[in-house]
T-cell receptor, first 114, second 110 residues
């Protein structure tokens, strides 16, 4: 593993089903984030975690939950998928150091809810 | 009003020209900004980071920040077809969270 790994790459999901998007990083970054990207709306923050054991809500958290049991993993769960959750989901991480703390992004999960 | 505004484009420039990408922001307390590049179907990748008023140069890229005017720009000199992508203007916020603009699509014509 190098950087951030997301799985699956893509998924078609029936409405009402539960699904977990996986995200693992090997850079020992403290902070991790989940974004969704929709055409014309850019990337919007769903949930974040500044350190293992803590999580917070972003701009669009409804219908999603996260956990951060350890530094490396930050799964995103859709409890009961709806078509409006069709999107591309990006996991990202950042170091907690000062100065330039740009994000490193995973390759994304393309989710279609039908 | 969106927190970070970008012209969605598309912006087309000929190969070798200077591409100018612009961004305005609403939160006067914003301290620093990133420019990310995103190729179609790929994840965003960091190009530049700027937090001081003025210009910051890195190779063919120059980021410009004017906090009084709440304006950020990215100049790409000697544009190449490989620069064709969507460019995202991003501001930093609390808890190290980033707020993304919706992006400007750039096409460099051979």
């Amino acid at each position: 593993i190098a950087g951030i790994t997301q799985a699956p790459t893509s998924q078609i999901l029936a409405a009402g089903r539960r699904m977990t998007l996986r995200c693992t990083q090997d850079m020992r970054h403290n902070a991790m984030y989940w974004y969704r990207q929709d055409l014309g709306l850019g990337l919007r923050l769903i949930h974040y975690s500044n350190t293992a054991g803590t999580t917070g809500k972003g701009e669009v958290p409804d219908g999603y939950s996260v956990s951060r049991a350890n530094t490396d993993d930050f799964p995103l769960t859709l409890a009961s998928a709806v078509p409006s959750q069709t999107s591309v989901y990006f996991c990202a991480s950042s170091d907690s150091g000062e100065g330039d703390y740009g994000y490193t992004f995973g390759s994304g999960t393309r989710l279609t809810v039908v | 009003q969106k927190e970070v505004e970008q012209n969605s484009g598309p912006l087309s420039v000929p190969e070798g020209a200077i591409a100018s990408l612009n961004c305005t922001y609403s939160d006067r307390g914003s301290q620093s900004f990133f420019w990310y590049r995103q190729y179609s179907g790929k994840s965003p990748e960091l190009i530049m980071f700027i937090y001081s008023n003025g210009d910051k140069e890195d190779g063919r890229f120059t980021a410009q920040l004017n906090k009084a005017s709440q304006y950020v720009s990215l100049l790409i000199r000697d544009s190449q077809p490989s620069d064709s992508a969507t460019y995202l203007c991003v501001r930093t916020g609390s808890a190290r969270q980033l707020t993304f603009g919706s992006g400007t699509q750039l096409t460099v014509l051979p």
